[in-house]
Structure formats: structure tokens, C-alpha cells
């Protein structure tokens, strides 16, 4: 209680002092269209349905990460309240809000993933992040805890929706991106958009290499991607999406904390002499259609398919091929939502001999099947001229079944379910302004990383993991001010924790008890001049056990107590310039004992851009001007007495980006 109460008060001196916040910048900078069509919404659209949110929910305009060397979802995000990204190596982070999934040692877990309202994230609730393209997104949606409903989203962190262009949401046809910077960076992006009689076209190609800051870091990826809409007439239109990753991606590993902070360039001899690597290639294909009926309402409906091949060598090989299929729907009318998500994603999955990177004998072979049903529903009901009650309600039926063809006593299959309520209260007191509140319940079934863990035949014996989340908060606008506040309880049954255990074997789980996720979200701006803005984002994070016989009421492992991050921005007729500071005051704890804890540090950068002529534009980001020692993420473990602590990916260190932008 004692963190929470100084949370508290460190978000209210920090809006009394700092002024800082979501401000938007005078600058016009070659906006992006607002339009749009019954399948392509424009960033403005999607700000006004943002504001019908009984919680927490930010857009991000991909024009604010795309002025620098966005690669990772913390780029993305930075300037998101709630959210924890953590850079590995390449595009692989840690992702958490609200502190869901935080103990994922890999890849995601905890928030659902789409893009374009399409489930991105696999059947089973895992998530990767090497097949999202910054470059290709128009802007992100993110909404925290039980407001990812509106997308049929059960889990407490809620879920992220990217979503990319379209011919019509954008004001050029062409455009040119070439960068390159620290690390034998180069990067190479290009774009293409057309509209038709009845139809339009939008096609984005990118190439990109770096050796890395660290040795096995190299990578090597080409990504397409691409939409094509026809109308079928005045009230329907369709649009199929296309993807395409060939995504070559080196594995560094984990050192001690010691070798992070002085030689992070180090990795385990282990790591080079097996050649650690993971490898994508992925076709994707959906399609999204919707018609706009008589009475005002949308339906939405349509399917994906995504068929992937992963080749991953680490302490073993392992090799996977997986498709994923599903299917959608969702109508909405101007005061409720109805949608309806089915999946089914099939692993063929194998393992061998790590061999200097290559296949060595077969030590595993199983087909890993999840099936999922959601249905979902939200209702906003206008009782009195600025006050909203919104209901809604979300059913879940998940299946896992496991065949092992090697070995038929680790074949299992078990199936969960869930009913989930929420219900909210919004007072719009002014007309760009709200004040909220909304309580709501989470589940969260466990991925196969989960329910397989090897030396145990079977599945491991968890649970699925539960949560009642209660929030409230405001945003909005008043003259120069703007703010995004939001402060959320969530008591959690059955959290899934992962804790490392041996080099070999990277993560076990177990379900607590009672576990308690509590913080604020705070982001809010000032604009002093017509050139001159501030902005800043402060997260607090109280993240603890409740009453575990094993760890008392100690914190969870693997998040900072605070996170701040502020910016100045200057704008100019053809410039801007903006300086920013990221903090991390007081070290996170790595493990559940709570007897080591991270670093805390402060990473200075530097941004900017010219327009040398009015579609041309030169651009840099500069980033750890200090060259400070840091860790940017880390695994969690149960106790650092008594088990290994090489769990630490460094921070990159001093690094410097530049490029040119041309749009036609």
C-alpha cells in the first residue's frame, strides 16, 4: 500500500510540475489523410471512436514513430502510457500492460495482437514480433485491459491493433525511405498506392540488414505487404490483405548482469558455436468485408490464413510448420458492438540435435492443435446528456490437444472456458473531454510454452489464469493542456509466472495464488508556444504477490517501479528538433525472493528532420548519447541465491540513425 500511495503522489506532483504530455506539435508534416471507406479507417476516425472508451486507450500515429529508426515495439510505443516494451536483440521484446505476460521470458503472451482488426497473435495466445513492420502501419491502436473487448480480446493486458494504409487513407501515391546508421545498419522501404473506378491498390516493400550491436545479432529481412479494396456497390465494400516474411534473424542469448553492463557485446561461446538463430518465413492472406445496412449499422465479416515456418536452433533445433486459420465477425450500430472470433492453428512441431546450427538426430515430433470461440458484445446506453452506461460481456471456449508421436503418454488435450462482464460509466464534461470509470474481468487459457514443459508427461497441471480489473481516469483537452490519466486495481487468480530454471531449459510456469496489479498511467502535455511543446509519459507499477506461502507479499519480478519518459520538441516552417530523456529511477527486482534487482539508469536521445523541399525530407535519431551501461531486459527467476542469473539481455549503447524520405 505504501508504493501505491507514493505512486500516487508522484503522478500528482508530476502533473503539477511537468505539464507534459500527448500534446500535438503546431508542425504539420505531411499528414496522413483523415478519409477513409467501409474498410480502411483514417487516424481521426479512429481518435473519435477512442473517446466512446470507458478506460484505458491511446492511438498512435505511426507519422510520430516513423520520424526516427522505429524496429521494435518499444519504438512503437514509447509514447504510450501503460506499456512496457523491452528490447532482446532485433525485433524481439518484452511487451506487457498492466504487468500481463510479464514474466514471459520469450516472445508474448498477456495482450492480443491484430492488425486490421484480424487476430495476428497464434491460436494457442503466444505472440511474436518479428513479422511486424513499423513502416507499414498507418497508426496503432492500444487498448489497455478489458477494453481490448471491442476487438473480443479476454486477456488483462488487453490488445494492440495495428493498423496499416490504404489508398484511400493517405495523400501520395509513391513513396521512398532509405536509412542507415550504427551497426552496418541499412534499411530500404518503399511504397505504392492507386485508387480506381470502384477499387484501389496499396503495396509496401522493405529490405533491411544490421549486424547488431552485439556479436549473433546479425539479421537479414525482406517483408511484403499489401491490400487491394473493390466496392460492391454503394453500401459494401471488400479488401484482401497480403503479407509475405523472409525474416533471418541471430540469436545472442543471456549473460550475468556483471558482463551485461561492462561487456555487453558478449555472448555465450555456446550461442556462436550452435549458430542460434531464428528464421521465419510466412505467407499471410485475409480478407475483410463490410456492408453498411439500412438502418445505419456496419457488418463486418471475414477470415485469415497465416502459414508459417519457423526454424529456430537454440540448445536444440527446433523446426515448426503451423497454420493458423479463422474467421470473423462484428456488427456495429452508433451505441453496441456484437462480434463473433473462431481460430484453429495446427504446429507441426520438431525437434533435433543442435549441430552447429544444423539438424542433428530427431528428439521430438508432436502436433500441437488450439481451437478457440469468442463471443462478445458491448453495449453504451446515453442516460442523461453527457453521461454513458456501457455493458458488455465476453465468452470464451479454448481446446488444447497435444499428439506426440514419439512418445503417446504425453498426449493430452484439456479445454477451458470462461464468461467475462464488464461494465463502465463515462462523463464527457466537455466536448474534448471525459472522466471514467469500468470494471472488468480477464482470462487467460495457457499457450502449449505453458502446458508442455517436457520432463513431465503430459500436460503441466495449470490453470487458467483470472483477473477482475477495476480502473478510472480522464482525458482530454483544455487549451494548451492535454492529459491522458488512468489508474487501475486488478486482483489476479492463478497468474501465470515463468521462472527460469537451467541454461537448457529457458522458462517452467506455475500458477500463483493471489496476485495484485496495481498502477498508474499518466501521460499529459503542454504547448508553451506555437513551436515550443513538452511531453512526457509516467508509468507506476506495483506488481506484487498477496499472501503467497512461498513469497509472502513480495513484488513480481521483471518490472521497473517507475517508468518516465520526457520530451521537448521544437518546430520550425521546415524543422524540428526534439531531445528526450528516458528514466528508469529504481531498479526492477529479477526475482520473486526479492534479492537482486536490475539497474537503474537515464537514456538521453536526439531527434529530428528537415523537409528539404516540401515531399523530401532528411531525418536522424541518435540515441544513448552518454553511452550508458544498461539493461533493457531481462528473464525472471525464482530466487538469484540458489539458481543461474545469466537472465540479462544489455542496452544498446551509443547509436546513430539517419535517412531520407521522398513522397510523390
Not at 521537448?568 to 521546415?574: F, I, K, T, V
Amino acid at each position: 500500500m505504501y508504493k501505491f500511495v507514493c505512486g500516487v503522489s508522484c503522478a500528482a506532483l508530476f502533473v503539477a510540475f511537468a505539464n507534459t504530455g500527448h500534446a500535438e506539435s503546431m508542425r504539420v508534416h505531411v499528414p496522413v489523410g483523415a478519409g477513409g471507406s467501409l474498410t480502411a479507417t483514417g487516424p481521426q476516425a479512429a481518435k473519435q471512436e477512442l473517446r466512446k472508451v470507458p478506460g484505458g486507450a491511446d492511438i498512435v500515429e505511426a507519422e510520430k514513430f516513423q520520424e526516427g529508426y522505429a524496429l521494435t515495439m518499444k519504438d512503437m510505443l514509447a509514447t504510450t502510457p501503460g506499456v512496457l516494451a523491452q528490447p532482446r536483440y532485433g525485433e524481439e521484446s518484452r511487451l506487457s500492460i498492466r504487468g500481463s505476460g510479464l514474466s514471459r521470458s520469450f516472445h508474448l503472451r498477456g495482450i492480443t495482437l491484430l492488425q486490421d482488426g484480424i487476430p495476428l497473435t497464434f491460436a494457442d495466445g503466444s505472440g511474436d514480433f518479428q513479422e511486424i513492420d513499423p513502416l507499414t502501419l498507418q497508426h496503432i491502436e492500444v487498448y489497455r485491459g478489458g477494453q481490448g473487448l471491442r476487438y473480443g480480446a479476454a486477456t488483462m493486458g488487453g490488445a494492440i491493433n495495428m493498423v496499416t494504409p490504404t489508398a484511400h487513407t493517405i495523400d501520395y501515391e509513391g513513396l521512398l525511405r532509405a536509412e542507415g546508421g550504427s551497426d552496418k545498419t541499412g534499411r530500404l522501404h518503399a511504397q505504392a498506392a492507386h485508387t480506381f473506378d470502384g477499387a484501389d491498390v496499396f503495396a509496401a516493400a522493405t529490405s533491411t540488414v544490421s549486424d547488431g550491436f552485439r556479436r549473433q545479432t546479425q539479421q537479414k529481412n525482406r517483408r511484403f505487404s499489401g491490400n487491394v479494396g473493390a466496392s460492391l456497390g454503394h453500401n459494401a465494400e471488400t479488401r484482401f490483405y497480403i503479407a509475405y516474411n523472409d525474416l533471418n534473424q541471430e540469436v545472442p542469448g543471456t549473460v550475468a548482469k556483471e558482463t551485461a553492463l561492462n561487456t555487453p557485446e558478449a555472448v555465450p561461446d555456446i550461442n556462436v558455436i550452435n549458430d542460434n538463430a531464428r528464421d521465419i518465413r510466412s505467407t499471410r492472406v485475409s480478407n475483410r468485408t463490410a456492408f453498411r445496412l439500412d438502418n445505419g449499422w456496419k457488418l463486418e465479416a471475414g477470415g485469415y490464413v497465416n502459414d508459417k515456418s519457423l526454424y529456430h536452433p537454440i540448445f536444440q533445433v527446433l523446426d515448426q510448420n503451423s497454420v493458423d486459420i479463422g474467421a470473423f465477425t462484428r456488427l456495429n450500430g452508433d451505441n453496441f458492438v456484437l462480434g463473433a472470433n473462431i481460430g484453429r492453428g495446427v504446429n507441426d512441431a520438431k525437434r533435433f540435435v543442435n549441430i552447429g546450427g544444423k539438424r542433428g538426430a530427431l528428439t521430438a515430433y508432436a502436433d500441437q492443435v488450439a481451437e478457440n470461440i469468442e463471443l462478445y458484445g458491448e453495449h453504451t446506453y446515453r442516460f442523461a446528456p453527457k453521461w454513458s452506461l456501457i455493458t458488455g460481456f465476453q465468452g470464451t471456449f479454448a481446446n488444447r490437444e497435444y499428439e506426440d508421436h514419439r512418445n503417446a503418454a504425453n498426449n493430452d488435450d484439456k479445454t477451458y472456458t470462461s464468461l467475462n462482464p464488464k461494465i463502465g460509466v463515462m462523463w464527457n464534461f466537455a466536448p474534448a473531454s471525459e472522466v471514467y470509470a469500468s470494471l472488468t474481468r480477464s482470462s487467460e487459457a495457457p499457450t502449449f510454452s505453458e502446458l508442455v514443459q517436457g520432463a513431465i508427461p503430459g500436460f503441466v497441471p495449470v490453470d487458467m489464469q483470472k483477473a477482475w480489473t477495476a480502473e478510472i481516469g480522464t482525458r482530454g483537452e483544455q487549451g494548451a493542456f492535454s492529459w491522458d490519466v488512468g489508474i487501475y486495481h486488478a486482483q489476479v487468480r492463478d497468474e501465470l509466472l515463468n521462472f527460469t530454471v537451467t541454461p537448457d531449459v529457458p522458462a517452467s510456469t506455475f500458477n500463483a495464488g493471489k496476485t495484485i496489479h496495481q498502477g498508474i498511467e499518466l501521460g499529459a502535455g503542454f504547448q508553451a508556444t506555437d513551436r515550443l511543446s513538452f511531453n512526457a509519459i509516467y508509468n507506476f507499477n506495483d506488481f506484487r504477490f498477496d499472501g503467497d506461502r512461498q513469497y509472502g507479499d513480495n513484488d513480481l519480478a521483471g518490472a521497473p517501479p517507475h517508468q518516465l519518459r520526457l520530451a521537448a520538441r521544437y518546430d520550425a516552417d521546415n524543422f524540428f528538433i526534439e531531445p528526450n530523456v528516458e528514466l528508469v529511477p529504481e531498479a526492477a527486482w529479477v526475482d520473486y525472493a526479492n534479492t537482486m534487482k536490475s539497474d537503474a539508469h537515464a537514456l538521453i536521445g536526439l531527434k529530428g528532420e528537415w523537409d528539404v523541399q516540401e515531399n523530401i525530407t532528411l531525418f536522424f535519431d541518435a540515441r544513448n548519447l552518454t553511452d550508458e551501461e544498461n539493461i533493457s531486459a531481462f528473464s525472471a527467476v525464482t530466487d538469484a541465491r540458489a539458481v543461474g542469473t545469466n537472465v540479462f539481455y544489455p542496452g544498446e549503447g551509443r547509436s546513430l540513425y539517419a535517412g531520407v524520405l521522398v513522397k510523390f
